[in-house]
Structures are given as structure tokens and as C-alpha cells.
């Protein structure tokens, strides 16, 4: 059964002058337990947008314009902000964000942020049991469990932090988390830690999906069971990651691969070419292809026909003139 | 806001500078003590007959006059201060903290009433506006240093530095540009502090000895207890002109600090 | 061992910075009196002097020279010189003398009140200056703040309202704003009294009587200083509140489904630091202002002391007040340092990790 669906979803903005800004438009895609969807795009392309949009907070400007997002079966859509707090975010959907450093209360202990949550969610539990739990979740991630639970942030180190907000964002057992480049902020060494981590986390069944932001597309490789590329608050290709980094079919796709440097046999002698343009204004109504200003394989109708995504076995693609 | 403020402001500098064209100033007695506003004198009398416009105007100039004397002073003096300290950082910085801190914590109204009462006779505006930007200093001081230790660290700045350009050249060619806005709303600030501190110090007897100030108004109007008869035109318009000139500074303040901290704006 | 105790560490560190300040505010204190070279004695004798024979006369000024330490001294008898007249001490020997004389708690005789000593009318008018003054700052800072918090959080119409009027509140001086509390709520409307501590007629006493008088005395003054505060604090913690809402962690507060009472929690805390380090700050200004609110208001306490002391020339009372204020400004200081410490982990921490910059 899939865990979590997200069905058509659309978002808009209204701006202070009643411009409505549409920065997502018709995403679509499942994710079953165990597998991890990688969400790679340039920046500005909507990935903080859609995120907002996943944990079901519809907070104004941001409104949801069509669309539906489940979890486990259960919509998001329509309920009420309180209804949000209490029973989606930390429970069902959980964020972990970029930037472990600020994300953290300066002022408060470790312990005392996660126990923050604990009481924000269950009624009526009791200190010493709140305490006890943290620690048997806190001791899975190789750290010094004690010294890191009663610290400030300021006296941890990056990868103590970021593996506490994991640690906090986690601790209710949500069956889907999205991170938010996690690992972008830390050495290599770190982010291997990390990365293990979580998927001993997957394993483990703390929490049962995963999206995966970033923009550094071989991390991907090594993380995404599933990738899906935006553009321009638009999925255009959504496949597996062998398809995805090996078959390309979308335009974009294809020159986001060849902006990549890659070690991989026989492909040491090709050059990064970088993707020339800027993404369209969302503000406008865009007539035809998105990417079309910029696509080196562009016809005359692309500027015109609106593409809509063609589903080709397990893959989308928003291309008409895809191979 | 800013509008507002900036017109505010200009209006009662307008006063200053124009109304002794358009009202005669003198400081004769024109008419019986404390006389209640009517014709002419529309403003009324105070105690020793003399006409309030007059009076008003004259004392709008001083208080103005010393505001931005004692404002000259404490931002120059603070923002040098400020910037070398940050800039240098090491024992410099740490020393000119420990001097800023000093005087930080020492009430500056203490040492105002000290300084003030030995200068029994030859108190003049100009003496009480640099006495108040002597002790006024200490605020920019800290707020530009903080500024100044920041843009240390920014890359243009080193190199400058690697070029080999002393600290006075880099100090004045690359960071006072930088710092300039903020330093003017450091400026306008230490203005409206410098006229408030005057009234202060004027309400309490320690004014000038030789003009008329805003403050010194209000001093004789409490002296001649025209508070409690209901004298209200002794205190009322040189009251409501000294906030009016605060009220506009701090409009322009604010309004500059939402142009340069946009979350602060809507 | 003292490293094992960081606020330990803390308290010592800031008191000994403010042992060394009180050192530097009493030299001050002394200095600059004398700065304009003038000689007290001469302006009082000047006044006192008139209608007495010359040897009272003599007799006279030279106990005010021996009082003010200008002569020197030893055992307590004027040293002469050749002629019999006083040798004048050198300035050093000049405070010298008025060390001695403050460390055993005497700060001269006023000389308006005489023999009064200038000891007393403080030990008298110190109490209501503290009744008074402690309860509207503190008071003004907490509710200006709370003020503020909500603004920044809940902006909309209230904010609207609210910010302007605030920002006017701490526009007014607070002389000004007292005098027109004066004007409008004990002249035109008389509701309460515009004038002293208690009542002209009444002693006081542990009365009912005399306490209700004082509470109605109370009211003007108190509220002219705490609205200007309180508008104040309102308009710096609204900025605090409104650059901590944008900040990452506030974000991730909300993302993670925290109670809105809690977010709040968080954001009050953080940033209300800035805000103690600013009433550290300002705490100097707003005794000062809160003196003058005391001169407007008659009100019996150091304000008024040090009012008709600058009015009558009463040096060792000015010097003494001054003095005292910048006492009470000193320690009210330090505790907001200790509060700041306890408060603020950061300041802690940076005393663990050492000055890492």
C-alpha cells in the first residue's frame, strides 16, 4: 500500500496585489514503504514551495489550488491549521530542514526541544518517561547520547546537530520525512555518517519514506531509490535512479546530467556544459513548454502546446518529443 | 512614515529659521504677567510679561542649535571610537570597550549635573552642547563598532588590506561608505538625545544662563508654578514642540531602519 | 577549580569589572565639581558670611574649608602655616581627604539644611526615590516588553495601532509627559494631587490615613514614567520579535507542530536577551529621567534632594546624591549582568569554550 500519494497537486501564491503566482503545477507520484524519493532542481524551481505543500500547511500567502495529498490514505487537504499541528506534523509528515545550526532553539537544551515535542503531541505523559525515550531513540546514533542530550547547540558539533534535528524530527515515528539537503552544510566524512544513518533509520522502520532534497545530483545517486526532476514548479521526469542518471528522457534532464562531472568510465572526457537562461516568471501565465526558452531541442509547438506528462511505464515524462 | 517625519521635522526647522521674519522676536514686556492667549500674542504671556511666540522661537533655535552641536559631537567622537576599535580589534578594541563600558555605565545625567553646577557663570549653549555630546557618545560608539567589527570581515576589506593600504586609508575610503547610512541614523538619534537631554538639564536649573531655550521655559513655568494655576500656555507649546521634534526624529529613524531590515516593514 | 563553575566564573569577572568602575565613578565624582576651579567656600561664605563679625567669620570659613578637606589636616586640627592662616591642600591630599571621609559613610553637611548632614537627607529621601523608581521600571520593562512580543506576533490591526502610539509614548520626555499628567488630572480634572509624597498636612506614620495618602501621590508620578518606559521597551522588543519570527529556528518550531504557546515561549525568550542587555544599558538614562519626574512632582526623594541642592548651591549635597545615584545605578547594573548570565546559555558557553571569535 502506498504511504503517501500525492495526486495532481497544484499551489499558488497571491501576492499582496492579488497576482496569483503559481509555483507548483501538477505534481503527481507515490512513494511505497522503504523507498526513498530524491527531489533534484535548481534553486527557485518550488522545492521549498511543494515541501510546505506535502506537510499539508497551507499557511496564507501559500493556498493550494487543486489537488490532493495523502498519507496513509488519509487526505491533507482541507483541515483545519490546528488539525495540521496536532496530528500530521511530526506524526504522520516530518521535516528535516536545511541548516541544522539555526534550526535549533539557541537557548535550549537538545533534551528540552525534543521533549518540546513529545508534549506537543501525546497528552498526559510524564517527564521521566519523555526523558527515557529520548535516550533509547538518541542511542541509535552514535553519539554520545548524554552529553549531546544536555547540551546547547552551540556546544555540539555540526554533525551532532544535524544528526539531533534528525534525531527530533524523527522521534514520533512519521512514516514520511522530508529532508531538506541535509547533508549539504557538512564534510564528506560527516555526510557518510549521516547518510548511514538514515538508511539504518529506514531499516529500522523509524520512519517508513523519505524525500530527499538536494541539488547535488550524485549524492542521489547514492541515496534516491526514485528521482524526480523539477523545473519551474513543474516534475519533469520522474523514474528510478538508474533510469533517471543513465536513460534520460526529458531535455532538461539530459543537460542536468551533462552538467554534471562524472567519474564513471567513459564519460571522463566529456565537459560539464551548464544550461544557459533563467526559469520563467511564475507569475504569468506560461503558454506551452516551460523549459521551452532554453531547450536545445525545441520545435515551434513546444512554445505552444501546453506538455503534459506522458506516463511511460513507471516513468513520467513532460515532454512530447521525448526519446 | 518617513514622510511624515521628515516633514515634521522640516516644519519646526522652518519655524526656526522663518519666524522671526514673520513675528517680530523681542523680548521686551508687552503686557501684564502671565496674560491668557489672545490676539496678537497668541500664544500668551509669561511671567514677567514677555510674549510666549517670541519666547518659543527663540527657544526653538536653542534647543535646535544644541541639539545638533551635542549630536555633532557625540556621533563624530562615537563613531571614530567605534570604528577603530572594531576595526582593529585585539587590546585596541578590548580596551576602547572597557572605556565605552565605563562611561556607559555611569549615568551620563550624573555627570551632566556635576559638570553643569561647577560652571557657576559662562554657561552657555554652546558649553552645555558640548558637555552633552561628551557624554553622549558611548551609545554610537557601541552600535557603529558593532557594524565596523562586522564589515572587517568582508572580503574587500582584506583587500584592501593586502594591498597594503594603512588602516587610516581603509578606514576612510572603504568603510566609512559602507557605515555612512547607518552612522546618519546613529546621527539623528544622538540629535533627538541631544535636545531631550538639554530640556533635561535646562528643567532642572542647570541651562543656559545667558538665552532662552525650550527647556529653560518649562523650568520657569514650574518655578513660577503656573502648573498648578492652570497656566497652560506657560508649559503646553514648548512641551508639545519638544516631542513634536522628538517624535518626527524617531519617525525617520524607524523609517530608515525599514529600508535597510526589510522583515520590519509589512 | 574555578573553571568547573562558569557562572561562578561570571559573577566574580562582572564584579570586579564594577569595583573597578565604582573606583573611577567616585574619582569622577570628585573631580569634576572642582573643575571649574571655583572655590565653594568663597561663593557660601559669599551668602553665609554676610552680617557676621570677622572673627566669626574666619572661624566660620575655616570649618567649611576643613569640611570640604581643602586645608590640609592632621589629628584633626588645621595645619597653619607661619601666619596662623590654613595651608590648602594639594588636590591629591584633597581626595584623600574625601576618601576618608566617604569611607566612613560621611559625605559633608549640606549646607542648606545645616547642621544637617548630607548622610541624612539621603538616608530619608532614598527610600521614596527606591519605592518609586523600582517598581516603574521594572514593571515598564516587563509589560513594555510583553507589549511587544504580541505586536511583533500578531501585526495586523493591532500592530497598526499600536506601534504609532508607542513610538509617541517614548517620544515625550518624561518631565513633559508629567507635567501634562499634571495639567490634566490635578488641574483641570482634580483628581489626584499634583504635589509631593503625601499630603501637606499629614505625618508620616504606619496610618492608614498617611498610606492612602501616599498611594494617591503615587499615582501620577508612577505613570508618567512607566507609560514613557513601557512605550519604549514596546517599540525595541517589537523589532527583536519581528527579526526572531524570520529566523530558522522559529521555523522549524512551527514545521515540527509545536503549540503556539510554546513558539511563543521560545520567541519571548530569545529575544528578550537583547532586550536585558539593553536595559543594562539604559538604566543610567531612565534613573535620570525618572529623577526629574521626581522634581516635576515635588516628590520627596533624591530628585528633589539634588533639585534644591543645585538651587541653593549645596555642594557636598549635590556631590553627595551624585554620588549615591551612580551607587544605585552600579548595582542595579550588575544585576542585570548576573540576570543576563543566568539567562542567556551563549554568554555561559562562551566562557567554557573560551574567547573563541
Known amino acids: 500500500m502506498a504511504i503517501f500519494e500525492v495526486d495532481h497537486l497544484s499551489l499558488h501564491y497571491l501576492t499582496r496585489f492579488g497576482q496569483k503566482i503559481h509555483a507548483v503545477t501538477d505534481v503527481s507520484f507515490t512513494m511505497e514503504k522503504g523507498k526513498i524519493l530524491g527531489i533534484a532542481g535548481e534553486s527557485g524551481c518550488g522545492k521549498s514551495t511543494l515541501v510546505n505543500g506535502l506537510m499539508g500547511l497551507f499557511i496564507p500567502p501559500l493556498y493550494p489550488t487543486s489537488g490532493d495529498v495523502r498519507v496513509a490514505g488519509e487526505s491533507l487537504m482541507n483541515r483545519s491549521p490546528k488539525d495540521i499541528r496536532e496530528n500530521v506534523l511530526s506524526r504522520k509528515v516530518s521535516m528535516i530542514p536545511q541548516g541544522a545550526f539555526n534550526a535549533l532553539n539557541p537557548t535550549r537544551k537538545v533534551k528540552d526541544i525534543a521533549a518540546d515535542v513529545m508534549s506537543a503531541h501525546m497528552k498526559g505523559i510524564d517527564k521521566s518517561h519523555i526523558y527515557d525515550r529520548l535516550r533509547e531513540r538518541f542511542d541509535l546514533f552514535g553519539m554520545d547520547t548524554n552529553k549531546v542530550l544536555n547540551s546547547y547547540p552551540i556546544q555540539l ?113 566529456r565537459k560539464p556544459t551548464a544550461i544557459e537562461g533563467a526559469p520563467p516568471n511564475l507569475a504569468n501565465a506560461i503558454q506551452g513548454c516551460r523549459f521551452a526558452d532554453r531547450c536545445p531541442a525545441a520545435r515551434a509547438e513546444c512554445k505552444v502546446n501546453k506538455q503534459e506528462i506522458r506516463i511511460v511505464g513507471e516513468r513520467q515524462v513532460r515532454c512530447d518529443y521525448a526519446q | 512614515m518617513f514622510v511624515i517625519g521628515i516633514a515634521l521635522f522640516f516644519g519646526t526647522i522652518l519655524i526656526a529659521l522663518v519666524g522671526p521674519v514673520i513675528f517680530t522676536i523681542t523680548m521686551e514686556r508687552v503686557g501684564p504677567q502671565y496674560a491668557p492667549p489672545g490676539g496678537r500674542y497668541f500664544l ?36 571614530l571610537i567605534g570604528i577603530y576599535g572594531g576595526f582593529k580589534g585585539g587590546w585596541v578594541d578590548d580596551f576602547l570597550n572597557m572605556v565605552t563600558n565605563l562611561f556607559i555605565v555611569i549615568p551620563s545625567f550624573v555627570i551632566l549635573i556635576l559638570i553643569s553646577s561647577s560652571f557657576k557663570e559662562g554657561r552657555s549653549l554652546t558649553l552645555i552642547g558640548i558637555i552633552i555630546g561628551m557624554t553622549a557618545w558611548t551609545w554610537s560608539a557601541r552600535s557603529v563598532r558593532a557594524q565596523s567589527s562586522a564589515l572587517k570581515s568582508k572580503d574587500h576589506i582584506a583587500l584592501a588590506k593586502m594591498n597594503g593600504a594603512n588602516t587610516l586609508k581603509v578606514l576612510l575610503v572603504h568603510i566609512l561608505p559602507y557605515l555612512f547610512s547607518y552612522v546618519f541614523m546613529v ?45 497652560w500656555w506657560a508649559f503646553i507649546p514648548a512641551s508639545v514642540i519638544i516631542t513634536v521634534i522628538v517624535f518626527a526624529l524617531y519617525l525617520i529613524n524607524t523609517s530608515m531602519e525599514g529600508v535597510f531590515n526589510p522583515r520590519l516593514r509589512k | 577549580m574555578l573553571k568547573k563553575y562558569p557562572t561562578l566564573r561570571y559573577i566574580l569577572q562582572r564584579a570586579g569589572w564594577y569595583f573597578l568602575t565604582f573606583i573611577v565613578a567616585v574619582a569622577i565624582n570628585f573631580l569634576l565639581p572642582r573643575l571649574g576651579n571655583n572655590n565653594p567656600v568663597d561663593i557660601i561664605m559669599g551668602k553665609a558670611g554676610s552680617g557676621l563679625s570677622t572673627e566669626d567669620a574666619r572661624q566660620k570659613e575655616e570649618k567649611y574649608l576643613q569640611e570640604f578637606g581643602l586645608v590640609k589636616v592632621s589629628n584633626g586640627a588645621i595645619v597653619r602655616d607661619a601666619e596662623g592662616k590654613p595651608i590648602k591642600a594639594s588636590k591629591i591630599e584633597q581626595f584623600g581627604n574625601y576618601l576618608k571621609m566617604c569611607s566612613v ?143 530558522d529556528y522559529i521555523k522549524y518550531a512551527k514545521w515540527l507542530g509545536l503549540k503556539e504557546n510554546k513558539v511563543l515561549a521560545y520567541l519571548f525568550r530569545n529575544a528578550m536577551l537583547p532586550q536585558l542587555t539593553g536595559l543594562a544599558l539604559s538604566l543610567g538614562n531612565m534613573v535620570g529621567g525618572a529623577l526629574i519626574t521626581e522634581m516635576i512632582f515635588s516628590y520627596p526623594g533624591l530628585g528633589m534632594a539634588i533639585l534644591t541642592a543645585i538651587q541653593n548651591n549645596d555642594y557636598p549635597m549635590i556631590q553627595g546624591c551624585t554620588l549615591l545615584i551612580t551607587i544605585c545605578v552600579l548595582i542595579a547594573n550588575f544585576t542585570v549582568d548576573i540576570m543576563i548570565g543566568f539567562f542567556d546559555p551563549r554568554v555561559k558557553a562562551g566562557l567554557q569554550i573560551g574567547k573563541g571569535k
Not at chain 2, 519666547?55 to 541639539?67: A, D, E, K, N, T
Not at chain 2, 532642572?204 to 523650568?219: A, E, F, K
Not at chain 3, 539621603?122 to 504580541?150: D, H, S, Y
Not at chain 3, 502610539?165 to 488630572?185: D, E, K, N, T
Open chain 1, 157 to 269: 558539533t555540526a554533525g551532532e546537530r544535524q544528526r539531533s534535528v534528525i534525531g527530533i524530527s524523527t522521534l514520533l515515528n512519521p512514516q514520511m520525512v522530508i529532508a531538506d539537503e541535509p547533508t549539504s552544510a557538512l564534510d564528506v566524512t560527516t555526510q557518510k555518517v549521516v547518510i548511514k544513518l538514515i538508511f539504518d533509520l529506514l531499516e529500522k522502520g523509524i520512519f517508513s519514506t523519505m524525500i530527499f532534497i538536494t541539488h547535488e545530483l550524485p549524492l542521489l545517486r547514492h541515496v534516491a531509490h526514485d528521482i524526480a526532476i523539477m523545473y519551474a514548479g513543474e516534475f519533469v521526469e520522474v523514474g528510478t535512479t538508474e533510469q533517471i542518471v543513465f536513460d534520460p528522457r526529458h531535455p532538461y534532464t539530459k543537460a542536468l546530467m551533462g552538467a554534471m562531472l562524472s567519474a564513471e568510465p567513459g564519460q571522463r572526457q
Open chain 2, 44 to 79: 500668551g504671556l509669561n511671567d514677567l510679561g514677555q510674549d510666549y511666540i517670541s519666547l518659543l522661537i527663540r527657544g526653538l533655535q536653542s534647543s535646535l542649535y544644541v541639539g545638533f552641536l551635542a549630536g555633532i559631537i557625540a556621533t563624530t567622537l562615537g563613531t
Open chain 2, 187 to 231: 546621527f539623528i538619534l544622538q540629535v533627538a538625545s541631544g535636545i531631550l537631554s538639554e530640556a533635561a538639564i535646562s528643567m532642572i536649573g542647570l541651562g543656559p544662563l545667558d538665552t532662552v531655550s525650550l527647556g529653560t521655559i518649562l523650568n520657569q513655568a514650574k518655578n513660577t508654578g503656573a502648573l498648578g494655576d492652570g497656566v
Open chain 3, 105 to 247: 559613610g560621611d559625605l559633608g553637611t549640606s549646607f542648606q539644611k545645616y547642621p544637617k548632614k548630607v548622610i541624612d537627607v539621603i538616608k530619608e529621601a532614598l527610600p521614596w526615590t527606591i519605592a518609586l523608581q523600582l517598581p516603574t521600571i521594572l514593571f515598564g520593562w516587563i509589560i513594555g516588553n510583553i507589549l511587544g512580543a504580541l505586536a511583533a506576533y500578531r501585526r495586523g490591526v493591532f500592530d497598526k495601532i499600536f506601534f504609532p502610539g508607542a513610538l509617541l509614548l517614548s517620544s515625550f520626555p518624561f518631565f513633559v509627559f508629567g507635567m501634562l499628567l499634571v495639567y490634566y488630572f490635578s488641574v483641570v480634572i482634580p483628581w489626584f494631587p499634583s504635589m509631593g509624597g503625601y499630603a501637606n498636612d499629614l505625618v508620616p506614620s504606619f496610618s492608614f490615613a498617611f498610606f492612602q495618602s501616599v498611594g494617591y501621590h503615587y499615582v501620577l508620578p508612577f505613570f508618567s514614567i512607566f507609560l514613557i518606559l513601557a512605550g519604549g521597551q514596546a517599540i525595541g522588543m517589537r523589532s527583536m520579535g519581528i527579526y526572531e519570527l524570520g529566523t
